[in-house]
Structures are given as C-alpha cells and as structure tokens.
T-cell receptor
Framework: GAVVSQHPSWVICKSGTSVKIECRSL??????MFWYRQFPKQSLMLMATSNEGSKATYEQGVEKDKFLINHASLTLSTLTVTSAHPEDSSFYIC?????????????FGDGTRLSIL | GQSLEQPSEVTAVEGAIVQINCTYQTSGFYGLSWYQQHDGGAPTFLSY????GLEETGRFSSFLSRSDSYGYLLLQELQMKDSASYFC????????????FGTGTRLKVLA
C-alpha cells in the first residue's frame, strides 16, 4: 500500500526558532501533498496544498510567510514553521495520494508534534 | 462556507453495531472518505464512497446519498480497539482538488 513518511515525529524548541518538517511518499509519486494542523480534541484543519514544481495553495487565514512550503520533487514536500512561537505548538500532519487526479484515497504521515517553549 | 457535521461522541458496548453520521455542505463534491484516528496517532483510511450506495470493507461499511448530502459509517461487531475518533472528509472539486474534514466523532466502546 501507499506509504507516507513524516519526519521528525516530535520537536521541542525555543521561541523564535524555525522548524522544518519533511513529508515523503515512499512508494509512489505525489504531485500533490497536503499539510494539516490539528489541535487537541479537534478536527484536522487543512493549511495548504503543496504542488510539485509550483507554489503552494494556502487556505484562508494561513500565513504564507509563516508556514513555508516547498515541494521540490515528486516524493518530498517540506513545511517550515518560521520564527515559531508557543501558539504554533500543534500536531502537524501531511498526506498524499497516488496519482495526480485525486481518485485514490489520501494516506497520512505519522504526524509531527511541535512544542514551542 | 463549507462544513461537515458529525455527532461529537458515541458510546456503545463490545459486539454492538454503531452508525456515525456525516452531513456535508461543500462547494463541489467528488467523494466521501472515512478515517480513524487513535489518540496521539495519525488518521488511517477506512472507506471511500464516490457514488451513492453502500461500500463494505470487513466490519466497516460506508454509505453515501449525494442527493441528501449525507453519509454514514457503520461499524459492526465492535471491539475495544475501535475506540477512537472517526472523521468524514469530502474531496472537493473547487479549483485543485482538496479534502475538507468533518468535526469528528469520538467513539467509546465499553466492555
């Protein structure tokens, strides 16, 4: 089955630090990947759609300069939380689906738990 | 706006059958998916409906009625390990495809 790997699984860092999270599709190519954010006991909120070779599409209310997304290859997308602050602490999850048309279900990485002190 | 509504919590006993409903209002619709998420973990895919009707996958079944903007996940022969949060998600067709998630239902299975 389709496997999505996300790294790191846990990050604790000081306020003001920038943090990079990687999302890899291990056994398929993904022209589109998605980044979500989830607070405790809440649903997944789509932050942005990462498109290989082009700019990411951000959801309303998500700061582009705060959450930098790069999708430089068909198997890797990265999310960088710049100058992170305690309010950025959350569970960040990426997903991808085989094929580019969205006909296949998306598969999720294991998530990254980010804690900003 | 776009929204997917689910009951916040459902409780049932082992061996029982439980139905989790999802009503949606989205700008464009391509299909309804269901995901399971245990505490501290990532969502895992359960089922997908693109067309009206019932899809069966082992103990889990999912139903869709596009005319009613409604779907449900049916869990049979409940086991303790089924205690988790369940999310419905709609794949929208507005612009590039993307997925919008429901509010989530926390299922508690009692012995």
């Amino acid at each position: 089955g389709a496997v999505v790997s996300q790294h790191p699984s846990w990050v604790i860092c000081k306020s003001g630090t920038s943090v990079k999270i990687e999302c890899r599709s291990l056994d398929f190519q993904a022209t589109t990947m998605f980044w979500y954010r989830q607070f405790p006991k809440q649903s997944l909120m789509l932050m942005a759609t990462s498109n290989e070779g082009s700019k990411a599409t951000y959801e309303q209310g998500v700061e582009k300069d705060k959450f930098l997304i790069n999708h430089a290859s068909l198997t890797l997308s990265t999310l960088t939380v710049t100058s992170a602050h305690p309010e950025d602490s959350s569970f960040y999850i990426c997903s991808a689906a085989p094929g580019g048309s969205g006909n296949q279900p998306q598969h999720f990485g294991d998530g990254t738990r980010l804690s900003i002190l | 706006g776009q929204s997917l509504e689910q009951p916040s919590e459902v409780t049932a006993v082992e061996g029982a059958i439980v139905q989790i409903n999802c009503t949606y209002q989205t700008s464009g619709f391509y299909g309804l998916s269901w995901y399971q998420q245990h505490d501290g973990g990532a969502p895992t895919f359960l089922s997908y409906n693109a067309l009206d009707g019932l899809e069966e996958t082992g103990r889990f079944s999912s139903f869709l009625s596009r005319s009613d903007s409604y779907g449900y996940l049916l869990l049979q022969e409940l086991q303790m390990k089924d205690s988790a949060s369940y999310f419905c998600a709609v794949r929208t067709t507005s612009g590039t495809y993307k997925y919008i998630f429901g509010t989530g239902t926390r299922l508690k299975v009692l012995a």
